[in-house]
């Protein structure tokens, strides 16, 4: 039991350059969320996805799309990355109880 | 939506002393609040949660107090040790047509002065 897998770890991208962040999880919640963190900061909620095949925006998600692929995993999109996107991502899931947290993915965009 | 506000935003303690740490929410129809703790550089991860009907839980040196009235709940933390060091989360659950959205407070991040 895995729990909540995100990929990659770290990533360097150049200013105008796209990637995907992807997660899964195994939990089988239908909730999943992609928030931000910036050093210092609190969680900011980029998109959510209550529910297979629904996602909403969240507080900050200027420069980000998201696609809920199925229930398992929810994936996060930079079509034009800026330094401004420079940020440790988490992405968690829930049910009835507490969300759970994949362990982050660190970008750097130069 | 949901807001949920956290303070104090740095707490430091001597080792032994106790730590509180608050939070306001603002829709009553939240039922459930969870605490978090994130030691640098890894995720956060639950350490106590309560839900709406309950107005205390406690988990050895760990207390969570919940007043629906107030809209406020505390995360009390006794006997503190240096392990305790970390940026605590509040967070506050909703349930809106049937879904589910958590709402996080912005984080404190307490020091346990040896």
């Known amino acids: 039991n895995a729990g909540v897998t995100q990929t990659p770890k770290f990533q360097v991208l150049k200013t105008g350059q796209s990637m995907t962040l992807q997660c899964a999880q195994d939990?089988?919640?239908?909730?999943m969320y992609w928030y931000r963190q910036d050093p210092g900061m609190g969680l900011r909620l980029i998109y959510y996805?209550?529910?297979?095949?629904?996602?909403d925006k969240g507080e900050v998600p200027n420069g980000y799309n998201v696609s809920r692929l199925n229930k398992r995993e929810f994936s996060l999109r930079l079509e034009s990355a800026a330094p401004s996107q420079t940020s440790v991502y988490f992405c968690?899931?829930?049910?009835?109880?507490?969300?759970?947290f994949g362990q982050g993915t660190r970008l750097t965009v130069v | 939506g949901e807001n949920v506000e956290q303070h104090p935003s740095t707490l430091s303690v001597q080792e032994g002393d106790s730590a509180v740490i608050k939070c306001t929410y603002s829709?009553?129809?939240?039922?459930?609040f969870p605490w978090y703790k994130q030691e640098l550089g890894k995720r956060p991860q639950l350490i106590i949660d309560?839900?709406?009907?309950?107005g205390e839980k406690k988990d050895q040196r760990i207390a969570v107090t919940l007043n629906k009235t107030a809209k406020h709940f505390s995360l009390h933390i006794t006997e503190t040790q240096p392990e305790d060091s970390a940026v605590y989360f509040c967070?506050?659950?909703?349930?809106?047509?049937?879904?589910?959205?958590?709402?996080f407070g912005t984080g404190t991040k307490l020091q346990v002065i040896p």
């Open positions: 996805s209550a529910s297979e095949g629904t996602t």
């Open positions: 309560i839900r709406s009907n309950v």
């Open positions: 829709d009553s129809a939240s039922n459930y």
């Open positions: 967070a506050a659950r909703l349930l809106s047509g049937g879904y589910q959205k958590v709402t």
């Open positions: 968690a899931s829930s049910e009835w109880v507490a969300a759970f």
């Open positions: 939990m089988n919640h239908n909730s």
